[in-house]
């Protein structure tokens, strides 16, 4: 399950995308709660892409027990499930990243890395809701995730795929294939301990095992 990812780095032309933060920071160990940025469809720009903050914990409006708030949405019931299939249906988004992290051992578990590659980026699939509250509206997320086989790595999508995911008109059919779409290759590298706490957000969560 991808609990934790990190967003570190980012190109000119990301930074110039409407919605961008200008107080932005590195996130090296973003765990469900926090504040991400998520990348959507820009209503009053047809076919362009806007950036916002959002909590990673999905928050329907119609939601009254706010300690449920699912942060990962699995692939092979996102269609179908009532905490999800409205926001599938219409209001889909990206979640970028530089990797995320996993951990993987049958009895002390060990961090790793994963990423396509250094300077790289991923933009998972993901599913957004607004959340009135009084004069205000909050926005929330979930990621989506592969089948169980996949120890529940979050979906990863291409160029293309990322067109599709973001645009209104897209099909059923289309959104269902790729859900079920081949995933990249991901290097990884195992990883020291000092990720394992959540409140470090530093670069040193990607000091190397024997480091």
């Avoid at 996130?27 to 959507?40: E, F, G, H, K, T």
């Avoid at 300690?67 to 990206?94: G, I, N, V, Y």
């Avoid at 509206?137 to 291409?158: E, F, N």
Wanted: glycine share 6%.
């Amino acid at each position: 399950m991808c609990g934790r990812y990190a967003l570190f780095r980012w190109t000119p032309a990301f930074a110039a995308l409407p919605g961008f933060p200008g107080d932005q920071r590195a996130q090296w160990n973003i765990s469900p709660a926090d504040s991400v940025l998520i990348m959507r469809a820009n209503p009053e720009a047809p076919g362009d892409v806007e950036l916002a903050r959002a909590r990673w914990g999905l928050t329907p409006a119609w939601l009254t027990d706010l300690s449920r708030t699912p942060a990962h949405a699995r692939a092979e019931t996102l269609a179908e499930q009532p905490m999800f299939r409205d926001a599938f249906r219409q209001r889909r988004c990206l979640l970028p990243a530089n990797g995320f992290y996993e951990w993987r051992g049958s009895v002390r578990k060990r961090p790793f890395w994963l990423t396509p590659g250094e300077g790289s980026a991923l933009f998972f699939a993901a599913i957004w809701e607004a959340y009135p509250v009084q004069e205000h509206v909050y926005l929330s997320v979930a990621v989506v995730t592969q089948a169980a086989a996949t120890q529940r790595r979050p979906l990863i999508l291409d160029n293309a795929g990322q067109k599709t995911w973001l645009d209104a008109e897209a099909s059923q059919p289309a959104l269902l294939s790729l859900l079920a779409s081949p995933q990249m290759a991901l290097r990884e590298r195992p990883l020291a301990n000092l990720v394992n706490d959540p409140k470090l957000n530093a670069p040193e969560c990607l000091t190397p095992l024997g480091s």
